[in-house]
């Protein structure tokens, strides 16, 4: 049994990294996007798809993060 519980706490573990580095990716992709133009970049989208690309990247991102500090918090 030892062996399982270990097994299961290395995937929690992995499952925390991996929506914390999910979560930083994808508000980074939210906020790039918002931000493109005053970055110097020209992603050619339309206003209304740049506006809904960015804010639902950051919203699933900050859900993503969010998602990583309870699984941290469950643990305790």
């Known amino acids: 049994m030892a062996l399982d519980d270990k097994r299961r706490n290395l995937t ?6 991996y929506d914390f580095a999910m979560g930083i990716l994808w508000t980074g992709l939210g906020i ?3 931000m493109q133009k005053k970055l110097g970049y ?8 740049t506006y809904m690309l960015g804010i639902s990247s950051t919203l699933y991102g900050l859900f993503r993060i ?5 699984g ?5």
């Open 32 to 34: 790039f996007v918002l």
């Open 12 to 17: 929690s573990q992995l499952r925390t990294i």
């Open 72 to 76: 941290i918090k469950n643990k305790e």
């Open 66 to 70: 969010y998602r990583g500090y309870t």
């Open 42 to 49: 020209d992603l050619k989208l339309g206003e209304t798809l």
